[in-house]
């Protein structure tokens, strides 16, 4: 009997607060004209002070519960994708175990950074048609807001801070995962990092330790160049191509930079699915908000052909082709 996984439900927490384009107007030199042409973003939530990635994370769980009414007494791993833990340790995932109570539950966070919700779905997949594991969370949460310079005109606007989870699941006769792909490009790895133990690995004259430092150009050079390759690398594994995609996901790091990467790839921009626009670059969380948001929008149907593609700080990719099976 074949194990296969299942995307069953969806959910997501963004925090109340609203930080406008005009707000930014009022610390840094920027207007909304020049940031919605550059990137896209109108708008981005910010974390309360006493708010976390496992609060946000939690929050997301909630709603996916609540709009699916799923029983979660089951589920047996929890996959947290963040690039700012509330801890260094104990993991988020394990706040979030205990926030929910599952007592026979494994927990463990990754950090692949803009890729990490991309790969926590791969990673599922993985588990449960192994046989290892039959119902699992995977989760994409940031509180990018508290490690952001508000100094930097260039990086500041772009994050924001938000959550949301995918529930996958054991399945005997139907699957949502048809193909993925995975690369790293560590050479470039200083083109977007926050410095931690190893402060001085990038940057040694660095002030604030801790902050999110960008090369926004070098990114920017980086993605268009290698995610139309990584779209090629991981329809060729399958008998689908670019025209047979209903959906295209990727990374919502910046609407310029995706119209791009679409003209590259031959495909249309009226099918990438962005969360930017109202939460602004949000790393792990960008491509669940996105789909989530879809579904809110009524866009999506069930059997939907989607391409999730992540990419960012390492500098790393994942990709996963799937069947919207909602």
């Known amino acids: 009997m074949n194990s296969l996984a299942k995307i069953t439900a969806h959910g997501k927490y963004v925090p109340s607060k609203v930080m406008t384009n005009e707000d930014f107007e009022k610390i840094v030199e920027t207007s909304d004209e020049w940031i919605q042409q550059r990137t896209g973003i109108k708008e981005r ?16 769980i909630l709603n996916l519960k609540e709009k699916y009414n799923v029983d979660l007494t089951d589920v047996d791993m929890i996959i947290n994708a963040t690039m700012t833990p509330d801890y260094k340790t104990p993991s988020v995932a394990a706040y979030v175990q205990a926030r929910l109570g599952l007592k026979q539950c494994g927990s463990l966070d ?9 790969y926590g779905l791969n990673i599922a997949n993985g588990l449960i048609t192994s046989g290892q594991h039959k119902k699992v969370l995977v989760v994409g949460a940031e509180a990018l807001s508290k ?8 990086t500041c606007i772009l994050f924001g801070d ?14 949502s995962f048809i193909a993925s792909s995975t690369g790293t490009d560590g050479e470039k790895g200083k083109y977007l990092y926050s410095t931690d133990l190893s402060n001085k690995m990038f940057d040694e004259d660095m002030e604030n330790p801790g902050y ?10 980086w993605a268009v160049t290698n995610v139309p390759q990584v779209i090629q690398n991981t329809l060729s594994q399958t008998e689908y191509s670019i025209d047979d995609l209903n959906w295209f996901v990727p990374h919502s790091a910046n609407a310029r930079m995706i119209e791009a990467i679409c003209k590259k790839s031959g495909i249309s921009y ?6 930017l626009q109202y939460f602004g670059n949000t790393s792990s969380a960008t491509i669940p908000l996105a789909i989530d948001l879809a579904m809110e929008q009524q866009k999506l149907n069930k059997g939907d052909l989607m391409l999730l593609v992540g990419f960012g700080g390492g500098l790393t990719y994942a990709s996963t082709l799937i069947k919207w099976t909602i």
């Open 147 to 154: 490690i952001t310079d508000y100094k930097d005109r260039n």
């Open 212 to 221: 999110i430092v960008q090369n926004g150009r070098g990114v920017y050079k």
């Open 110 to 118: 990754i950090n692949a950074a803009c890729a990490g919700f991309a």
């Open 45 to 60: 939530r910010i974390t309360a002070d006493n708010e976390y990635t496992s609060d946000m994370s939690y929050q997301a």
């Open 270 to 275: 009226d099918k990438a699915l962005m969360s």
């Open 162 to 175: 938000g959550a949301a989870a995918f529930l996958v699941e054991y399945s005997e006769d139907e699957t």
